[in-house]
């Protein structure tokens, strides 16, 4: 069990400090960077294993089950992972420190997948000027890409938020070409990105937004905005929230008996920990959008990947909730980084930073048409297609193809 306060997991007994050489500042390009030998390799994270994010915590437990098998298989080039996360309730100022404590102190070689739009963002100059890398961030926040000149050691990894909004613009362009949209959004630079998306994806179209409420992530519920989106009968909900957030907007709009098409942004589509708590019934037809395998669906019984990845989780990750799409999320965030480690052409922070530019492969657990890419600083964005999925009975069920999207 991960530890609420400390929330460290050492996934290489005895490793001790890195006695490479080095401290928290530089070493960009200096073959003795810290955090790495010839054996081992040091990554660092911090994310909300306690408050209102706590949901995705998840992820980190489905990494340190990724790095226990890479480990069990001989390391990433020869090198084993030593995975350290600390917790930091969701709050910019804690992620802060504890970006600086893995850097100064743990001595890590680079800081992978930290959660939070505004967490990374608090910790983001820190670490160019520091010139750690600050890899495939856990949040869609279009702005983690777009300035690699003054941050070229942050690179992000999911689809962005105004990709992701792109998709439901050009879904309900087809399914709902006159929508009335009423949107609840995070007043926050991940629900102002994702908001932004949509309205511009929607511009020229007969879809308008008629009603907008925001809330605060400290808020205790959300229920008095939704009521009030339901007031402006909309024919069309888009619920940009996170997974609390998320789930007691389902629960009001089913005590309000508003009946819009619900759109559910990605980042609070679990089955597992929004959807199910609040009762299937209420879940009826949500759409959302989708990048990868859900291992409970149906459609994929017989996928090898799926399969391999089930079998994974039951050995090295066994208190992980296989339907959670936060654990398939974490595992493709294990193989990217292992991706960027292997293609690095020296032990060097800088080296390791423009593998993460320049990677180009396919992952079994992605759905078909889906790549992760980036070239260079031109784009910086790995994943930039999805795919809609409604909820029908027990689980998202895909609907017609891979929609491309931009992220600019």
């Known amino acids: 069990m991960i530890l609420p306060l400390l929330a460290a997991t050492l996934l290489l007994a005895a490793c001790g400090r890195d006695d490479s050489g080095g401290g928290g500042g530089g070493g960009g390009g200096s073959s003795n960077a810290p955090g790495i ?31 226990k098998k890479l480990n069990d298989n001989g390391g990433v080039n020869g090198r084993k992972v ?12 804690r992620a802060l420190a504890n970006a600086k404590r893995l850097v100064e102190q ?33 949040t869609g926040a ?25 998709v439901y613009a050009e879904y309900l362009k087809s399914a709902k070409p006159n929508a009335k949209v009423a949107v609840l959004f995070q007043n926050d ?56 957030a998320g789930a007691q907007a389902i629960a009001t709009v089913a005590q ?14 679990s089955k597992a920990q929004v959807l199910k708590p609040v009762g299937f019934q209420y879940a009826q037809g949500i759409v959302t959008a989708s990048y ?44 990217t980084i292992v991706q960027a480690l292997q293609k ?21 657990l992605l759905l078909p048409g889906i790549t992760v890419k980036t070239d260079g600083d031109s784009d910086p964005y790995p994943i930039e297609a999805m795919q809609i999925a409604q909820f029908t009975g027990q689980n998202f069920v895909l609907k017609g193809s891979v929609i491309q999207a931009s992220s600019g």
């Open 37 to 67: 030998t010839d054996t081992t390799v040091k990554l660092g994270s911090s994310y909300p294993f306690s408050g209102p994010a706590s949901a995705y915590s998840a992820i980190p437990k489905s990494l340190n089950g990724f790095f």
């Open 82 to 93: 030593q995975f350290i996360t600390y917790d930091d309730g969701y709050e910019p100022q």
């Open 106 to 138: 743990d001595k890590v070689f680079a800081i992978v997948n930290p959660l939070g739009t505004a967490n990374n963002l608090a910790m983001r100059d820190y670490l160019n000027q520091n010139k750690v890398p600050q890899l495939f961030v856990a």
């Open 142 to 166: 279009t702005v983690f890409g777009s300035d690699q000149a003054k941050f070229p050691f942050t690179t992000g990894w999911q689809p962005t938020y105004q990709t992701e909004s792109k």
């Open 189 to 244: 630079g991940f629900g102002k990105d994702l908001l932004s998306g949509f309205t511009e994806g929607i511009k020229g179209s007969g879809i308008s937004i008629v009603a907008q409420e925001s809330y605060e992530a400290t808020d205790p519920t959300v229920a008095p905005q939704v009521k009030k989106l339901a007031a402006s009968k909309a024919d069309t909900f888009l619920d940009i929230t996170t997974p609390k």
């Open 256 to 269: 309000t008996g508003w009946k819009p098409l619900h759109i559910l942004n990605s980042v609070a589509a």
């Open 292 to 335: 990868f395998k859900a291992l409970d669906d149906p459609q994929w019984a017989n996928d090898e990947a799926v399969k391999d990845l089930k079998a994974d989780l039951a050995k090295y990750a066994p208190d992980a909730d296989p339907t959670d799409p936060y654990t398939v999320y974490g595992w493709l965030v294990g193989e």
């Open 344 to 364: 690095m052409s020296s032990p060097t922070r800088d080296a390791l930073v423009d593998a993460a530019k320049h990677l180009n492969y396919n992952s079994g």
